[in-house]
């Protein structure tokens, strides 16, 4: 009767490929959430879904929800990697926002169709659907999922993940670039992350070192040293790094996690593969 996590991925911008990027993981960012009630969500859809599809294939055949923070392509491009959508016994629906250019209709069906993709997604025999996020939010099992606009360029939506059946919570927000927001965006932000109590996760863009960040303003990303200020801010204790830079490698990354710890000891950065209990 847990919410429980796993990493499918928590690389940005492209994959990372070597022996260099085995402890963290190379691939793009993916993560399943299995409710208390085995409700099975998927947030984002980057190469780390192919690994997701590992883990839920033993599972029993049913529905999952994927639910897109936005469309850029290393958070859609594991779409073409998930043998369930070829296995008639698995319904999948895929919920997102709708940006200026389009939503999430049309982001997968261009993907999975000509010239991307040989196989159109209406050939697959999965029962695929496709649904707006509306305002206010949406419901999976007993998972209550609510959103929250951030600063990213072309848009992105942060979430925040509620488990009826245990009490545990959740806010995924990757792709925010938190020294680009107004002062509504961090109203906003922060009572997603309080409201109705501090949520017992946070997993969020960690993709630069303050010292880098300067370098890429614009870039639509932000600092380990920002994301654990709104942590600490928001009164979350434990905070799950993720984003993580392409070129970052196991070193790298092992140094940041222990700077991370020395200014928040709850602290830590994301290793695709690994299951992680929520609350509790």
Not at 54 to 77: K, N, Q, R, W
Not at 82 to 88: K, T
């Amino acid at each position: 009767m847990n919410l429980r996590l796993f990493i499918g991925g928590m690389r940005g911008s492209r994959p990372a490929i070597g022996s260099g990027f085995d402890e963290f993981g190379g691939d793009t960012t993916s993560l399943l959430l299995v409710g208390s009630r085995d409700e099975r969500l998927i947030l984002d859809a980057g190469t780390g879904l192919r690994t997701i599809a590992d883990e839920l294939a033993p599972m029993e055949p049913g529905e999952v929800t994927i639910l897109f923070s936005h469309y850029h392509l290393d958070h859609l491009v594991g779409l073409v990697m998930n043998p369930l959508f070829y296995r008639s016994e698995w319904s999948f629906r895929f919920v997102g926002p709708t940006f200026a250019d389009g939503g999430v209709r049309e982001a997968i069906t261009k993907l999975l169709a000509q010239p991307y993709w040989p196989i159109s997604w209406k050939q697959m025999t999965a029962k695929l659907e496709f649904a707006k996020f509306p305002v206010g939010g949406i419901a999976v099992g007993g998972l209550r999922i609510r959103e929250c606009p951030v600063p990213h360029p072309g848009g992105s939506f942060a979430y925040r993940v509620d488990d009826a059946g245990c009490g545990a919570s959740m806010v995924f927000a990757t792709d925010i670039e938190w020294k680009q927001r107004t002062p509504a965006n961090e109203a906003a932000f922060l009572a997603l992350c309080r409201e109705p109590s501090p949520a017992d996760l946070l997993v969020i863009d960690a993709h630069f070192g303050d010292v880098d960040q300067k370098a890429f303003a614009g870039w639509g990303h932000s600092s380990r040293e920002d994301c654990l200020a709104i942590a600490a801010k928001a009164g979350i204790g434990r905070v799950l790094l993720g984003h993580h830079a392409p070129e970052a490698d196991d070193e790298k990354l092992q140094a940041a996690e222990r700077q991370a710890k020395q200014l928040s000891p709850g602290a830590s950065l994301a290793r695709a593969g690994q299951w992680l209990t929520v609350g509790g």
